[in-house]
T-cell receptor, first 114, second 114 residues
Framework: AQSVTQLGSHVSVSEGALVLLRCNYS??????LFWYVQYPNQGLQLLLK??????LVKGINGFEAEFKKSETSFHLTKPSAHMSDAAEYFC????????????FGKGTMLLVSP | KAGVTQTPRYLIKTRGQQVTLSCSPI?????VSWYQQTPGQGLQFLFE???????NKGNFPGRFSGRQFSNSRSEMNVSTLELGDSALYLC?????????????FGPGTRLLVL
């Protein structure tokens, strides 16, 4: 069975600082990986996804993530945080065959201070 | 294109009642998945429908059921509500059931069981 671990339920950064949100997956075969963002009282919005093309994936709002098979990781980064980035971020996986069921991590709340 | 819509947005029920939630996918999308989001358990997969057939089901009791209509709209039903069913219920649609396809989420229905 697949699983996703997000290290840190809360991450605090200052505006302009680097954002690093960690995600590790557990799967015998590299899965497809996604990062979603959730703003208060809203659904999930896709930031980016890895589907075995390029290992460095660029997403919306300046975010990017790098797939590292040797480390089973897919960490999300942004060079410079903005106040509007404050939200909850979820890493998710689907198997690379079969059903398109998303397995989510517990989420990381990003807090951005001025 | 209009996004995924869910109705109602908010719902208050009492224990023992039943509830029906509705989801209209993005036009042309034939796959609809449902997820439950709670503070304790996070985001959990309920079930997925494709062309009116349930393709996959999560680990939830039989009180949770769903269906999909010929126009791809989907409903989920929860019978004999329990306090623990209080959650945000999210619907997601995608164009097909390939695991790498992006799932687009609606804003959710927030259910409160008293």
């Amino acid at each position: 069975a697949q699983s996703v671990t997000q290290l840190g339920s809360h991450v605090s950064v200052s505006e302009g600082a680097l954002v690093l949100l960690r995600c590790n997956y557990s799967s015998s075969v590299p899965p497809y990986l996604f990062w979603y963002v959730q703003y208060p009282n809203q659904g999930l919005q896709l930031l980016l996804k890895y589907t075995s093309a390029a290992t460095l994936v660029k997403g919306i709002n300046g975010f990017e993530a790098e797939f590292k098979k040797s480390e089973t990781s897919f960490h999300l980064t942004k060079p410079s945080a903005h106040m509007s980035d404050a939200a909850e971020y979820f890493c998710a996986v689907t198997p690379n065959s079969g059903y398109s069921t998303l397995t989510f991590g517990k989420g990381t709340m990003l807090l951005v201070s001025p | 294109k209009a996004g995924v819509t869910q109705t109602p947005r908010y719902l208050i029920k009492t224990r023992g009642q039943q509830v029906t939630l509705s989801c209209s996918p993005i036009s042309g999308h034939r796959s609809v998945s449902w997820y439950q989001q709670t503070p304790g358990q996070g985001l959990q997969f309920l079930f997925e429908y494709f062309s009116e057939t349930q393709r996959n089901k999560g680990n939830f009791p039989g009180r949770f059921s769903g269906r999909q209509f010929s126009n791809s709209r989907s409903e989920m039903n929860v019978s004999t509500l329990e306090l623990g069913d209080s959650a945000l219920y999210l619907c997601a649609s995608s164009s097909q059931t390939s695991p790498q396809e992006t799932q687009y989420f609606g804003p959710g229905t927030r259910l409160l069981v008293l």
